[in-house]
T-cell receptor, first 112, second 112 residues
């Protein structure tokens, strides 16, 4: 039982490049989330998926897109990376929307 | 006004002492409250959830909730060096469509 897994662990992009962050959970959770964490800002919700087939914007969705591929997988795409997107990205999942959330190990992204 | 506020610390306590962390929130009708522990460079780990007024104990951790005063606290008894981490308070509110709002965290250092 791996919990929530994320790939890659580290990534460096140049401004304007695109990439997709992958997330998968094996806990049969219904809801999945993408957060970013910046120093002094706390965790901020980018997008979430309350259940398979649905996605909704969070607090800071600009510059990102998501796909809920199936119940297990939820990906985050940066279409044209900007230095302001340098951050640590966490995927999380929960059985019920916005209740106990379990986090993946994170992806450290640097955009130069 | 931030939705969830925590003292950033650092809170330094000697080994064996009680560490007391506080969190206040602005949404009066918030219903669910969570404490996460985050070690440096790692992802948040859920350690406590509390939904009703009063105390909830789990091992060396006690969460205390007072909805009338809009605060939730976390006590760590018999603090150990392994408790040195940043503790995040999260609140599920009503005003932001029941999304989780995270505080910026309190850093705790336990001195051996």
């Amino acid at each position: 039982n791996a919990g929530v897994t994320q790939t890659p662990k580290f990534q460096v992009l140049k401004t304007g490049q695109s990439m997709t962050l992958q997330c998968a959970q094996d806990m049969n959770h219904n809801s999945m989330y993408w957060y970013r964490q910046d120093p002094g800002m706390g965790l901020r919700l980018i997008y979430y998926s309350a259940s398979e087939g649905t996605t909704d914007k969070g607090e800071v969705p600009n510059g990102y897109n998501v796909s809920r591929l199936n119940k297990r997988e939820f990906s985050l795409r940066l279409e044209s990376a900007a230095p302001s997107q340098t951050s640590v990205y966490f995927c999380a999942s929960s059985m019920r929307t916005y209740y106990e959330q379990y986090f993946g190990p994170g992806t450290r992204l640097t955009v130069t | 006004q931030k939705e969830v506020e925590q003292n950033s610390g650092p809170l330094s306590v000697p080994e064996g002492a009680i560490a007391s962390l506080n969190c206040t929130y602005s949404d009066r009708v918030s219903q669910s409250f969570f404490w996460y522990r985050q070690y440096s460079g790692k992802s948040p780990e859920l350690i406590m959830s509390i939904y009703s007024n009063g105390d909830k104990e789990d091992g060396r951790f006690t969460a205390q909730l007072n909805k009338a005063s809009q605060y939730v606290s976390l006590l760590i008894r018999d603090s150990q060096p392994s408790d040195s981490a940043t503790y995040l308070c999260a609140v599920r509110g009503f005003s932001n469509d029941y999304k989780l709002s995270f505080g910026a965290g309190t850093t705790v250092t336990v001195r051996a």
